[in-house]
């Protein structure tokens, strides 16, 4: 099976944010799971947005929507451990683009996970994708 094989470009990353491991993070596996890494990403994304003054959902009902999730996975992480999340935009299309994710441990810089989310402008009330708003691409494209 191929595996997945992320790299993104040091100068992509716009944001960054630390969150700690919380104890309610850890698997069975006694590390970092990957559902609460799939969270932590999901807060990450949203505290870039709120820095950049933009709503998830705007008055019209247009709003951002998560088509597929790619992660890769670089080495365990532990509870109480703080991870820095850095966060950036790339390859836009017509509709929407990449959200880009690097997670290290805060401590010691060790990698945790490389991770992007595709995304699409969505119109929540008329169920349909919507082209980016030109307010976005030009402050991000």
Same mark, same amino acid.
């Given at each position: 099976?191929?595996?997945?094989?992320?790299?993104?470009?040091?100068?992509? !990353?716009?944001?960054?944010?630390?969150?700690?491991?919380?104890?309610?993070?850890?698997?069975?596996?006694?590390?970092?799971?990957?559902?609460?890494?799939?969270?932590?990403?999901?807060?990450?994304?949203?505290?870039?947005?709120?820095?950049?003054?933009?709503?998830?959902?705007?008055?019209?009902?247009?709003?951002?929507?998560?088509?597929?999730?790619?992660?890769?996975?670089?080495?365990?992480?532990?509870?109480?451990?703080?991870?820095?999340?850095?966060?950036?935009?790339?390859?836009?299309?017509?509709?929407?683009?990449?959200?880009?994710?690097?997670?290290?441990?805060?401590?010691?810089?060790?990698?945790?996970?490389?991770?992007?989310?595709? !995304?699409?402008?969505?119109?929540?009330?008329?169920?349909?994708?919507?082209?980016?708003?030109?307010? !976005?691409?030009?402050?991000?494209?």
């Amino acid at each position: 099976m191929a595996r997945i094989k992320l790299s993104f470009p040091d100068d992509v !990353f716009r944001f960054e944010t630390r969150m700690p491991v919380r104890i309610t993070d850890i698997n069975g596996a006694n590390h970092l799971g990957n559902d609460a890494l799939i969270s932590m990403l999901s807060e990450a994304r949203a505290q870039f947005l709120v820095s950049y003054g933009i709503q998830e959902a705007s008055k019209d009902g247009s709003g951002i929507i998560v088509t597929d999730l790619a992660t890769m996975y670089q080495s365990e992480s532990f509870f109480p451990e703080m991870l820095r999340f850095e966060v950036g935009l790339m390859d836009f299309n017509k509709y929407g683009g990449d959200f880009v994710f690097r997670v290290t441990k805060a401590e010691s810089g060790q990698p945790v996970a490389l991770a992007k989310y595709g !995304f699409v402008f969505f119109n929540y009330q008329r169920k349909e994708v919507v082209p980016v708003p030109e307010s !976005f691409r030009s402050r991000f494209g």
